[in-house]
């Protein structure tokens, strides 16, 4: 081939090409001009929404402070007046007190649920403006793609003819450079929008979960109110509102409750099983985790300090866990993923004399857990639970001197439900009926303190 009809070749290709490329930043920018126009537009009402939707979270969120506040206060309330002496009048006091704190709590949760939909509105908000963003920039990828296509499908000849003088070609070298990189820009930035796109998603998903849980909450809250009220019309009712008569009703639940005890005690004392102590975990490894977000310990496990830093194992008569401080109210939570094995009340059976309403739970390392006096069961025998699920709420069930947590560690060899009949049957004498709870023989019960 003769030297010039190679170079014209070279020439036309690069003409060509420049040309196509050229012709593309001129486009580029009229339609990044005309999206982003209507974007500003778009961006500037939805700015206003989201402005006014934060806005909105910022006031509820103090307004959750200043009920929280009204909380402790209820708390401090209560505290204060559980130092009083035993009287009618003071458990009514503690009554009323609790249940303006659960009213307080309600209208918190209320507010929260308010916050939480709110977020989920502005996140769908910043979705919806994500798509459109990305729609219109897809489409005008798009549009320069179809116009450099258009272009490269012209005729050599006619792109030549086109151009005054080949001499521009190398005029427009840097306008190739320019074009690429505005691509680069444009894909990279279809790419952040989408990332963002899925993060909003996900926070959705998240702000949805966090709406179910409070909504649960608000509707454990307001049966928990339900049982405080029922629970002052039973003191009413059984004390006449005489303070003579709820003197009387006390001693009388202190004499069952002690008479009860010791009846167990004599029970559990005749159940026989061999512990390996290679089947339990090592002491001071913490493999439960506290069931309570705020730990006060009211009452150690056994008689004596030396009980609750030293053996792992109690094998004498005395406290066979810990209470924990827990107003009514408060979530109550697994210390370790489980089964459930059982739940109960024993107020039914025997009233105000036992564990009240009480868990089970099973985890499957040699161990298992008691919670007791709660006021409201949140699972069921056979349910599969996971560490820090609320398994209730703690409460003033069975014998209590004070709303609080009993928490009873013990090896799951030792432990089993009481049953009506079989080789677990147990027949209360001082309540005069089948007593459901659980059992186990003295060696069974285990120093919680060892394993938090």
């Not at 196509?20 to 001009?33: D, G, H, K, M």
């Not at 450099?148 to 006619?158: A, H, T, W």
């Not at 074009?179 to 990332?195: D, F, G, M, S, W």
Request: glycine share 8%; proline share 3%.
């Amino acid at each position: 081939m003769p030297k010039y009809f190679r170079i014209f070749g070279t020439l036309t290709f690069l003409f060509v090409s420049v040309s196509v490329i050229s012709t593309a930043p001129a486009f580029l920018l009229a339609e990044e001009n005309t999206a982003a126009t209507e974007e500003l537009s778009s961006e500037d009402e939805a700015g206003k929404e989201v402005a006014e939707l934060k806005k909105m979270i910022a006031d509820r969120n103090a307004e959750v402070e200043g009920i929280e506040k009204e909380i402790a206060l209820y708390q401090k309330q209560i505290d204060e007046t559980g130092k009083e002496s035993d009287s009618l009048k003071k458990e009514l006091k503690i009554l009323e007190a609790e249940k303006g704190k659960l009213l307080a709590e309600i209208k918190a949760t209320e507010k929260k649920i308010s916050i939480t939909n709110t977020n989920i509105n502005n996140l769908n908000l910043g979705i919806a403006g994500k798509n459109e963003s990305i729609n219109k920039s897809l489409d005008t990828l798009g549009a320069i793609i179809k116009n450099v296509d258009s272009l490269e499908s012209k005729n050599i000849v006619e792109l030549v003819l086109a151009e005054d003088k080949i001499s521009d070609i190398w005029e427009s070298m840097d306008t190739l450079i320019s074009v690429e990189n505005a691509l680069k820009t444009h894909i990279e930035n279809v790419r952040k929008l989408k990332q963002n796109l899925e993060d909003n998603k996900k926070n959705k998903e998240a702000e949805r979960k966090k709406l179910l849980g409070f909504k649960a909450t608000l509707a454990d809250q307001k049966k928990i109110v339900e049982i405080n009220q029922s629970d002052k019309n039973t003191v009413l009712k059984e004390t006449n509102n005489k303070e003579s008569e709820y003197r009387k009703l006390l001693s009388e639940r202190l004499t069952k409750k002690n008479k009860l005890e010791r009846e167990i005690y004599e029970f559990e004392s005749k159940l026989r099983v061999d512990i390996d102590p290679a089947s339990l975990p090592p002491a001071g490894g913490r493999v439960l985790s506290w069931p309570l977000d705020f730990v006060k310990i009211t009452q150690y496990f056994g008689d004596t300090p030396f009980a609750t830093k030293n053996p792992q194992v109690y094998h004498g008569k005395g406290h066979n866990g810990i209470d924990l401080k827990a107003s009514v109210g408060t979530k109550i939570k697994a210390s370790l993923g489980g089964r459930v094995v059982g739940t109960g009340n024993t107020d039914t059976s025997c009233y105000k004399a036992s564990y009240g309403k009480w868990v089970l739970l099973e985890h499957g390392n040699g161990l298992s857990t008691i919670y007791g006096h709660l006021s409201l069961i949140k699972v069921s025998q056979g349910e599969i639970v996971s560490t820090g699920q609320v398994i209730g709420y703690s409460g003033n069930t069975g014998y209590t001197t004070g709303p609080h947590l009993h928490f009873t560690v013990l090896a799951s060899k030792a432990v089993r439900i009481s049953e009506p009949t079989g080789p677990n049957k147990y027949i209360s004498i001082t309540c005069g009926t089948y007593l459901r709870l659980p059992i186990s023989p003295q060696n069974g019960y285990l120093n919680p303190l060892s394993y938090l």
